[in-house]
């Protein structure tokens, strides 16, 4: 019997599953599996990360190198949120 | 890093800004579309960024598809710099043709320097050198080389060991002698006699070593042995030595010094002197002045002087060449004039040729005289002078 799961009852892992983040200290973040930018100026990112939104919240924050899945974020990162 | 920069650079690249209410948009086509984005800034409503020039048109038009709009701001890399000077294409041909000559121009000699031991010339070397062919200004070739090494070194016996390297475009030549053990050994055991070198009596005797064969107040003939190498022992037998000492002796100078009454008296204009420089290089003699040769007489003083450029010669060599006409004039010469110039001549034979510490002047005594043909000033000099003279005695055994 296939089971069908509500937004918020989706368990917290399953969540993420498809996006990878590799912080590099508060300097440099990679993101494997954006699916585009939301918002983009320097003391704010926000990425599409299909099933919840990152924001990178920061100061003199810039895309180092993006494609269409992967992209990496250089600057002074003071705070990572996840957004549901 | 730098190879990442340097492709950049080849392929060419620009910086642009994405102005409209949505710049994010324009990042996210560009990154479906795969367009590779980087120094990337961006602000509320406006994205800079830098990408390659191939993807103008699409990020152009990526730009118009999010609402933006797109302004390119500078062009970086080879294709603009081609562009940029495609009218100048004299810069291309002299960049070219510079490069051309730099690489002929590597392909010969253009300096040769020459360390050499003091007994020899450097001119004669650098002379000989060319006849071999090796000169500045000719093209490298390593046989030439060899066989200018080979023509050196039968030039003198003493060279034991000559070297040519060529570095770059300098040659340097490295020439030295044999070490001659075999004459120091000679002079260790050479058995030699002092003799007379001029008629006198003796005054004063300083042997050091041999046995002297004269008595102070004797007198002595020309070639006569005053000290001798072979000193007899009491048990019959003989030393054999090197002599060394000194005799005193007085002896008497008559020195005639003579001056036509008729000469030629030369007239310099320093009006007409006339300063010639060429340009040496390459082989080639290029006139810098056009003054020309006087036809009369004249005195040439030639000065070379080689440029040089941060502690290096450079291959260039500039010749001054400065020519003084002169004219003779005939001249009579009075007695008292003859008799002044007579003096100072003596004076320069005196300082240059009975003069040292071996030597005393005593006394001397001057007559000046004239006759048909000219003037003659004779001098009568009394000196004690060290009349010995070293004379190798050659031993031959039987």
């Known amino acids: 019997m296939k089971k069908h799961h509500s937004r918020e009852s989706q368990p917290f892992g399953e969540m993420f599953t498809g996006i990878r983040l590799t912080i590099h200290g508060n300097k440099e973040a990679e993101l494997e599996g954006s699916r585009g930018i939301l918002e983009y ?16 919240k920061g100061r003199g924050l810039h895309l180092k190198c993006m494609n269409e899945s992967d992209l990496i974020i250089e600057g002074f990162i003071i705070s990572i949120e996840y957004i549901n | 890093m730098i190879a990442v920069l340097l492709f950049r650079w080849i392929y060419g690249y620009f910086d642009f800004t994405v102005n409209g209410t949505f710049p994010e948009r324009f990042l996210n086509l560009a990154s479906r579309k795969g367009v590779r984005l980087w120094r990337t800034s961006g602000s509320k409503e406006s994205l800079s960024a830098s990408a390659a020039v191939s993807d103008m048109q699409l990020l152009s038009g990526l730009a118009k598809k999010a609402g933006c709009t797109f302004t390119v701001n500078k062009k970086h890399g080879l294709p603009e710099f081609c562009s940029r000077y495609k009218y100048r294409c004299g810069l291309l041909i002299g960049a070219v043709i ?77 020439i030295s002698f044999k070490r001659d053990n075999k004459d120091k050994y000679a002079e260790k055991t050479m058995i030699s006699n002092m003799i ?63 001056l036509p009454k008729k000469t030629e008296k030369t007239l310099t204009d320093t009006d007409k002197v006339c300063i010639k420089s060429d340009m040496k290089f390459a082989g080639l003699c290029i006139p810098l002045t056009f003054c020309g040769s006087p036809l009369t007489e004249n005195y040439k003083t030639v000065t070379e002087k080689r440029l040089t450029l941060l502690g290096n010669d450079l291959p260039i060599t500039i010749k001054y060449e400065k020519i003084q006409p002169y004219s003779k004039v005939p001249e009579n010469i009075r007695p008292n004039e003859a008799r ?28 000046f005289s004239e006759n048909r043909d000219g003037y003659a000033l004779t001098v009568v000099i009394t000196t004690e002078e060290n009349i010995c003279e070293n004379k190798v005695v050659k031993v031959r055994e039987s």
């Open chain 1, 41 to 56: 100026c320097s003391d704010s990112v926000k990425v599409n990360a299909g099933r919840c939104i990152i924001a990178f």
């Open chain 2, 98 to 174: 510079g490069s051309v000559i730099c690489v002929y121009m590597s392909g010969f000699i253009w300096n040769i320097k020459i360390n050499v031991p003091d007994e020899l010339n450097e001119y004669e070397i650098r002379r000989e050198l060319a006849q071999t062919g090796l000169y500045e200004g000719v093209a490298y070739n390593y046989n030439d080389i060899s066989a200018a090494e080979r023509h050196i070194k039968m030039l003198d016996d003493r060279i034991s060991w000559i070297s040519i390297n060529v570095f770059g475009t300098n040659a340097e030549v490295e």
């Open chain 2, 196 to 258: 007379s070198k001029a008629d006198g009596t003796v005054t004063k005797i300083e042997s050091g070593s041999g046995k002297p064969a004269v008595k102070i107040g004797a007198g002595v003939r020309k070639g006569q042995l005053l000290i001798s190498g072979i000193v007899p022992y009491s048990n019959g037998t003989n030393a054999f030595t090197d002599s060394q000492g000194k005799v005193f002796a007085k002896t008497l100078k008559k020195v005639t010094l003579t």
């Open chain 2, 340 to 367: 002044k110039e007579l003096e100072r001549k003596y004076r320069i034979y005196r300082t240059f040729l009975i003069s040292g510490e071996d030597i005393t002047v005593i006394k001397e005594k001057l007559s």
